[in-house]
Structure formats: structure tokens, C-alpha cells
């Protein structure tokens, strides 16, 4: 019998790379999935303590964050800073954790007029919501960690190598 074969549609428009094929390091996962990822995100980059959270309203950014804080061991309530730029919390080993949200800056200034410097370099691990907004002044070799929608109930989270 003769195979059937599927015919490929024809489409001209070209196939998105992979995570991997743009040396990326992703995977979709579901709010169940983020504790693992965010221990694997640790792990793969110790070294590096400020982390920027790339994406859309609601693609999960301080789910995640969050997620990474509970694994660090911080018990206090984690939300986003909602009515200052920078939340403060405490690790299990008792350093501290700077969590910040410049969604509501206007002008750098206001990141200079908040003292970023000292929050920066002091060597915390500071995890950043809307890093667009103050890109000029992020630190060199922070690391970038991209959250994309992929469907209802899963994100698509990256980050590049170290
Ligand atoms: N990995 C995930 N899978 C499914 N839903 C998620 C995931 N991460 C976050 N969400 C949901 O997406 C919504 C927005 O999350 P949030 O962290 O507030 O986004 P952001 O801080 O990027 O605006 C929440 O309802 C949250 O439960
Ligand atoms: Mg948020």
C-alpha cells in the first residue's frame, strides 16, 4: 500500500528560532513548574545577582519573582512593590533580596532620586520588573530572563547561557 504522505503547507513566512537556536535557554511552564525553574535559574547563574524580568503586563513577572524568593528562603509577603519602586525582603540566610517595579517611573531621574546605586552594588541579588524603563543604568552583565504568553496556563520563560 502506497504510504500517504502528508503534503507541508507551503508558507513563506519564516519559522521563529527556537530558544535554543538563538542560545537561549527556555521552556513553557505552568505556575506548578516555576519552583524548578526558578532553583535551575539560581543555579545556572550564581554569579550573577541582578536579574531583569523582560515582558508583557501579566506575563508573569512577579509570579516568578516570587517563586525565586520562596526559594531563597524569604518568608515575608512577595507582591510587586506596588506604592514604592523597591520592596526589601530577607533570605533564609538572612542577606538581603531587592525586588523592584519601574513600571510607574516617568524619568530616570526618579531612579537616580531613589538611590538605585546603592541597591545595585550592594552585592543582593536585585530582581527587576520593567528593566526597558531604566536600561541606560542596569549594571554590566546583569542577567536577562524573558517571559512570554504561550498559552493560558503556561509561560514561556529564558534566559541567556552563562
Ligand atoms: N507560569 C505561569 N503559568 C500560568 N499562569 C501564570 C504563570 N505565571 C504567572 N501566571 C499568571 O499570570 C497572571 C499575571 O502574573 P503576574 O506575575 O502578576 O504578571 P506581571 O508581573 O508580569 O504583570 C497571574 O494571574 C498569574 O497567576
Ligand atoms: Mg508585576
Redesign the pocket.
Known sequence: MKKHIKKQPKDDSPIPPSPLERGLRGEA???SG?PSVAKRLLETCADKKIVAFY?K????????IKTICETLGVTSVIS?PTFSIVNEYSSASGTKIFHFDFYRINSISEAYDMGYEDYFYSGAYCFI?WPEKIEEILPPNFLKVN?TVTTQ???LIEWNPS
Do not use: D, P
Not at 503586563?57 to 516568578?64: C, E, S, V, Y
Open positions: 511552564v505552568s505556575i516555576l515582558g503586563m501579566g506575563a508573569g513577572k512577579t509570579t516568578f510587586s520588573e517571559i496556563e503556561q509561560r
